[in-house]
């Protein structure tokens, strides 16, 4: 009984807190010398020189050049951008979309998505396990999460540009890109994503319509 309650509590307890606890309050990512030692996560600048600014970045009051073959972009502050969130198990982005902007299929192994939609439309959707994807019409004020290392993807959805900012349980999400692995064409997944986009009867999903 005892070992199973064990169990449960880590299994619990490893579940909420994909990064390890903080040992202190605060420990703000020392500026970039080159390391000759390396732990997990990132030194902590010196406690007499951490003041206000290293809890507050501006990197994302300006929409990221969408001048690209996706019509999209991604800021991604993690607590190498944002010195202020290392040890504290967070980080933040930005998204932007053209009009037929997309963010195409990839993940985060090391944490969970939730997106806020600031303006605009977005058609987001994921992929579990068991390949059910599951995909919906956001729309301003919107929340949408992804779960921890599931497949997922973004499209505009509207006739307008769409702007949604993301939060992640970890200071260090990472990103694996399907396409970027495996070489696949670009233009495939663009039409395998409006092809989703556009609703098939077998796919799961609210209802909505774009
Ligand atoms: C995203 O925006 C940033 C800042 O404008 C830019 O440096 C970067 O090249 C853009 N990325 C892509 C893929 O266009």
């Known amino acids: 009984m005892k070992i199973i309650l064990v169990i449960m509590f880590c299994a ?6 994909p990064d390890p606890d903080n040992m202190q309050d605060t ?9 000759t030692f390396f732990i997990n996560g990132y030194p902590c600048k010196n406690p007499t020189k951490i003041n206000a600014q290293d809890f507050k970045s501006s990197k994302l009051t300006v929409a990221g050049d969408t001048d690209n073959y996706l019509q999209s972009n991604v800021t991604l502050l993690t607590a190498l951008e944002f010195p202020g969130l290392n040890t504290l198990g967070l980080s933040v982005s930005r998204m932007d979309l053209e009009r037929d902007g997309s963010v195409p299929f990839h993940s985060h192994p090391r944490s969970s998505e939730l997106l806020f939609v600031v303006s605009g439309v977005v058609f987001a959707g994921f992929v579990d396990t068991n390949n059910k994807i599951f995909q919906t019409v ?3 004020g919107d929340v949408f999460v992804f779960p921890k290392g599931l497949l997922h993807f973004c499209l505009s959805g509207g006739f307008e540009r769409a702007t949604a900012l993301s939060f992640y349980n970890s200071q260090n999400p990472g990103v694996v890109n399907i396409g970027g692995v495996f ?12 092809s989703l986009a ?3 009867a077998s796919l799961v999903t609210d209802g909505d319509e774009l």
């Open 183 to 194: 070489g696949i064409d670009q233009d495939h997944i663009k039409n395998m994503m409006r």
């Open 27 to 35: 420990c703000p990512t020392a500026p970039g010398e080159q390391s």
């Open 138 to 140: 956001l729309r301003k």
């Open 198 to 200: 556009t609703g098939s």
């Open 12 to 17: 619990i307890f490893s579940s909420v807190s």
